[in-house]
Every structure is written in C-alpha cells, then in structure tokens.
C-alpha cells in the first residue's frame, strides 16, 4: 500500500534533513525533488535550452558534484518558474510518490500541485535569516567564498520569485502541518514531524 508524505518549504528551512530523517523513520523512499530542477538548471548553464533538458533528464544528471553551487540553485530557481519545465517532470515525480511502501517527497509545490491528495503534509519553515545563517555556514564548511549578506540577499530574491511565479508558486497546502524550525535543533524538528506524520496514520 502506498503513503505518501509532502514536504515543502524555502531554502534551508530544514526540509531536505527532516525528510530524509522521516524516510528513514518509516522505512519510505525518498525523493529530494529539488534536485530534479538543480539537474535541470545545471544543464542550462551547460547551454542547453531548459525545457529540452527537463524533457530529456537522466539519472545521472542526478549525480552531477555541482549540483548544490550557489548559481545551480538561482539557475534552478529561474527554470522552476517555466511552467512547461515544471509539467515535464511531474509525471517523474508522481510515479516515484505513488510506489508502493511508501514515498517522502520534498519541494516546493509537492503538496499544492504534484501530490495535492498526499495523506500527510508538511510545510517546514524558518525566518530568512536563520535560514542565511544556515546557508552561510555550510557554504563556508565546503570553502565557498561568500557572505552573510550576499547569502541572505540571495536568499530572499530566491523566495521571492519562488513565491511569486505563476506556475506552482511556494506556499503551504492548505491542510498542511506548519513546522517552523528557527527555535528548533534537528532532533526536535524530526520529531514533530514524525508526530504529525503519525497522527496522520492513524
């Protein structure tokens, strides 16, 4: 039998570790769709037209080292916006969901657009300068020369067109559960999200 959970939200609000920890929890697959679009942004900066390289996107292009640099996610970001990008790789995405024993999804529109019937649902948030914050320390973990304000500028021109595209914009799924992490370390994060999972479970 197949359960699907939908986790969205913005960058860095802790959506990809709380899925992945939920996906474990569960014994469910997982799928980081974000990925699928930095894939898909990657191989516009490579010269590919951004529609052809939805429509064409490989597994491996999922493997790509480059995938988390900082001009593949406003790349992303920018194609995520074009709305036949977006229909080309919904019916990945749907397929992975619908698996049997189980499928975390996480993104941005998992919950509104490609999942809308999900039985569990989750919109896991943070102010955008925690989110900076976070973003500006694993930058610098990996040596990426950047700084706070040029992390958070980023971020919030990010949000902004993520929250104002026409296709698929960001924003929670009406019976969404709220998870907003700014005050919370991971464990706590994880466990009220397995929380609202299981209530959901029944």
């Not at 916006?81 to 990945?92: E, P």
């Not at 559960?177 to 397995?194: F, G, N, P, Y």
Request: proline share 3%; aromatic share 4%; glycine share 6%.
């Amino acid at each position: 039998m197949s359960f699907t959970v939908a986790i969205d939200g913005p960058a860095a609000a802790g959506k990809g570790t709380i899925s992945r920890a939920v996906a474990d929890h569960f014994g469910f697959a997982h799928l980081d769709t974000g990925l699928l679009y930095r894939a898909v942004g990657a191989r516009m900066l490579d010269g590919l037209d951004p529609v052809q390289a939805a429509e064409t996107l490989d597994p491996a292009d999922l493997a790509r080292d480059d995938l988390r640099a900082p001009a593949v996610a406003q790349a992303a970001s920018k194609v995520a916006a074009i709305a036949q990008v977006r229909a080309a790789l919904v019916d990945f995405q749907r397929a992975f969901a619908s698996r049997a024993g189980g499928a975390v999804l996480d993104g941005r529109d998992i919950g509104t657009v490609i999942c809308p019937e999900a039985q569990a649902k989750l919109f896991v948030t943070a102010s955008d300068t925690v989110r900076a914050e976070r973003r500006y320390r694993e930058l610098a973990e990996k040596g990426v020369q950047t700084t706070f304000d040029e992390v958070l500028g980023e971020m919030r021109e990010r949000d902004a067109r993520d929250s104002a595209r026409a296709a698929a914009p960001l924003k929670p799924a009406q019976d969404a559960v709220i998870v907003d992490t700014s005050q919370m370390d991971i464990d706590q994060a994880v466990a009220t999200a397995v929380a609202a999972i299981e209530a959901r479970r029944g």
